[in-house]
């Protein structure tokens, strides 16, 4: 069974860190991208971050750049997303997603999702 489990998601003060956490099980985690998307409470889904199976490649939405690091450790099928600076607007649950094709991923065009977990930043 493909299964994307993230955690590691809490309560965090304005300008602090988190670093979240995707486990991945059930596919050949080195030959697929894995991308951190998030969703806040009203708002519609979007892109955080992406990173190509060889980890060689990355992408960042703009609202996150310089401030949140993604990575990837294939001998523990593992994908990580450091957040510093954190903002309240950063509130949402995020999500982890994989597909073979990174163009995919930063489309936002995958079917595989972790189940997600939730960051809160108080102001």
């Known amino acids: 069974e493909v299964q994307l489990v993230e955690s590691w998601g809490g309560l965090v003060q304005a300008g602090g860190s988190l670093r979240l956490s995707c486990a991945a099980s059930g596919f050949t985690f080195d030959a697929y991208a894995i991308g951190w998307f998030r969703q806040a409470p009203g708002k519609e889904r979007e892109g955080v971050s992406c990173?190509?199976?060889?980890?060689?490649?990355?992408y960042y939405a703009d609202s996150v750049k310089g401030r949140f690091t993604i990575s990837r450790d294939n001998a523990k099928n593992t994908v990580y997303l450091q957040m510093n600076s954190l903002e309240p607007e950063a509130t949402a649950v995020y999500y982890c997603?994989?597909?073979?094709?990174?163009?995919?991923?930063?489309?936002?065009?995958?079917?595989?999702w972790g189940q997600g977990t939730m960051v809160t930043v108080s102001s």
């Open positions: 990173i190509s199976n060889s980890g060689a490649t990355t």
């Open positions: 997603a994989t597909d073979p094709y990174v163009r995919a991923v930063v489309a936002g065009s995958v079917e595989v």
